[in-house]
Nanobody, 121 residues
């Protein structure tokens, strides 16, 4: 199975934190990219964050810089998105995506089904 699977979404108050997890099946290319997109109600899907395999470099959308952190646990085939200081405008369905070969920012080959994040009081 090559489709990644997201988990960890839920309801959180403004200013709160949440960790999203993305389980994947591993990669065959040494140069791959894996990361996160989101789609808010009535808006287009946008890239949020990405990590590149070769050197571990990361990319973040301007709207989340300083608040979100992407990380990897290769032994567990898992990528995380730690979201801090959450705002109502962060409310969206969050998707994990992979690209191989790939670079950040991404043009994904595979998408997860998404996990809902709702930031509200």
């Amino acid at each position: 199975q090559v489709q990644p699977v997201e988990s960890g979404g839920g309801l959180v108050q403004p200013g709160g934190s949440l960790r999203l997890s993305c389980a994947h099946s591993g990669f065959t290319w040494p140069n791959y990219a894996i990361g996160w997109f989101r789609q808010a109600p009535g808006k287009e899907r946008e890239g949020v964050s990405c990590v590149y395999s070769t050197d571990g470099s990361t990319w973040y959308a301007d709207s989340v810089k300083g608040r979100f952190t992407i990380s990897r646990d290769d032994a567990k085939n898992t990528v995380y998105l730690d979201m801090n200081s959450l705002k109502p405008e962060d409310t969206a369905v969050y998707y994990c995506a992979t690209e191989e070969p790939g670079l950040c920012p991404m043009e994904p080959d595979y998408w997860g089904q998404g996990t809902q994040v709702t930031v509200s009081s």
